[in-house]
Nanobody, 113 residues
């Protein structure tokens, strides 16, 4: 059974940083590409960043240069380091195994002005 558990969200002031974590189970983690998505109130869920099994990273233009995705295959965990946060980054953040349809419960990130 595939399971994803996100953590690390919270309330942060504009300009601050947060590091999100997503622990995966039920898959061979090292063989799977992983992604982070977010959904702001009243908006559709959008892709934020992804990392392939070989470590190739891609980012949405809105976060490029501020966010960094990484993975630790020994811990079956993918991370999202978020720096220079602004109000537009406020959302529920989800991780996803790109080859699967299931989602975790998400973690709330709120950036105060």
């Amino acid at each position: 059974q595939v399971q994803l558990v996100e953590s690390g969200g919270g309330l942060v002031q504009a300009g601050g940083s947060l590091r999100l974590s997503c622990a995966a189970s039920g898959i061979i983690f090292s063989l799977n590409a992983m992604g982070w998505y977010r959904q702001a109130p009243g908006k559709q869920r959008e892709w934020v960043a992804s990392i392939t099994s070989s470590g190739v990273k891609n980012y949405a233009d809105s976060v490029k240069g501020r966010f960094t995705i990484s993975r630790d295959n020994a811990r079956n965990t993918v991370y999202l380091q978020m720096n220079g946060l602004n109000h537009e980054d406020t959302a529920v953040y989800y991780c996803k195994i790109l080859a699967y349809g299931s989602w975790g419960q998400g973690t709330q990130v709120t950036v105060s002005s």
